[in-house]
């Protein structure tokens, strides 16, 4: 599975994002898909993650009811819209597949490359 995320860029404060990450493969429905995001220096740190089928999902404390991860699996797509953004939601943020288990705590197996998001006050 190859992952490529897009949809990054700058926005001020208040503003909204849209990000994608578009997989190839046959299988795309069989993933849990999830977004982590990494600011230099720091560890990366999980955002959302969505179920194959897209009946669960779960957010980080720090984006609650501000982002929304949905997914196509028509279009082998996952989403994250980002609304209300604040300067600390800037970071590079990557999208990771995962075959095994609904969790954003064990390991990965694809990842994407990663897009920028900042967010000016």
């Known amino acids: 599975v190859q992952l490529q995320a897009s949809g990054g860029g700058l926005v001020q404060a208040g503003g909204s994002l849209r990000l994608s990450c578009a997989a190839s493969?046959?299988?795309?429905?069989?993933?849990?898909m999830s977004w982590f995001r990494q600011v230099p220096g720091k560890e990366r740190e999980f955002v959302a993650i969505i179920s194959g089928r897209g009946y669960s999902t779960d957010y980080a404390d720090s984006v609650k009811g501000r982002f929304t991860i949905s997914r196509d699996n028509a279009k082998n797509t996952v989403y994250l819209q980002m609304n209300t953004l604040k300067p600390e939601d800037t970071a590079v943020y990557y999208c990771?597949?995962?075959?095994?288990?609904?969790?954003?705590?064990?390991?990965?197996?694809?990842w994407g490359q990663g897009t920028q998001v900042t967010v000016s006050s």
């Open positions: 493969g046959r299988t795309f429905s069989s993933y849990v």
């Open positions: 990771a597949a995962r075959s095994g288990s609904y969790s954003y705590k064990s390991n990965y197996d694809y």
